[in-house]
T-cell receptor, first 108, second 115 residues
Framework: GQNIDQPTEMTATEGAIVQINCTYQ??????LFWYQQHAGEAPTFLSY????GLEEKGRFSSFLSRSKGYSYLLLKELQMKDSASYLC?????????FGKGTRLSVIA | DTGVSQNPRHKITKRGQNVTFRCDPI?????LYWYRQTLGQGPEFLTY????????KSRLLSDRFSAERPKGSFSTLEIQRTEQGDSAMYLC?????????????FGDGTRLSIL
């Protein structure tokens, strides 16, 4: 079967760093995506990992370990506008399978 | 640059009615996907097209659901004899075919409420 696990909710302080973890079990592996989704809006693409290691893109970084079935999204210098749901999605042998998302609240 | 467009944004209908949603993908994208999302959940895959060919349908997709992409551009998703459990956000996404690293770009969705 296919299973993707993420924490349901997280809270962090403005200016801080937060790490959102994702573990997965899928049939095949052809890459892992992170999306951001503000309430009532479309998911927007943040990052893609297919090889082990860290991909950095501005304040956001994403890490992948294929042997452990594990990824994380790292958000630095948190801003209030980063309050949103963060979705981990894995492309296996089928179209994208999404986790339930992690709702991040950034507080002052 | 026009993104993925979905219409209508909201649809309220009585149980048992048929509804149809439309999705206009990014113009150069040849892949188009339909997802359903309920509160507190991630998007759930329904079906996808490459050009006009429907390549995959979720096993969870009831036969009350049908999707078309007749000319390989816009797509429609129809739900017949709607049920209360069909209440959800229906998201459309598009992407380029090719390498797995092509991200899907989502529309703002159609929120369906069944009374």
């Amino acid at each position: 079967g296919q299973n993707i696990d993420q924490p349901t909710e997280m809270t962090a302080t403005e200016g801080a760093i937060v790490q959102i973890n994702c573990t997965y079990q899928t049939s095949g592996f052809n890459g892992l995506f992170w999306y951001q989704q503000h309430a009532g809006e479309a998911p927007t693409f943040l990052s893609y990992n297919v090889l082990d290691g860290l991909e950095e893109k501005g304040r956001f970084s994403s890490f992948l370990s294929r042997s452990k079935g594990y990824s994380y999204l790292l958000l630095k210098e948190l801003q209030m506008k980063d309050s949103a749901s963060y979705l981990c999605a894995v492309k296996g042998n089928t179209p994208l399978v999404f986790g339930k998302g992690t709702r991040l609240s950034v507080i002052a | 640059d026009t993104g993925v467009s979905q219409n209508p944004r909201h649809k309220i209908t009585k149980r048992g009615q048929n509804v149809t949603f439309r999705c206009d993908p990014i113009s150069e994208h040849n892949r188009l996907y339909w997802y359903r999302q309920t509160l507190g959940q991630g998007p759930e895959f329904l079906t996808y097209f490459q050009n006009e060919a429907q390549l995959e349908k979720s096993r969870l997709l009831s036969d009350r659901f049908s999707a078309e992409r007749p000319k390989g551009s816009f797509s429609t998703l129809e739900i017949q004899r709607t049920e209360q459990g069909d209440s959800a956000m229906y998201l459309c996404a598009s992407s380029l075919a090719g390498n797995s690293n092509q991200p899907q770009h989502f529309g703002d969705g159609t929120r369906l409420s069944i009374l």
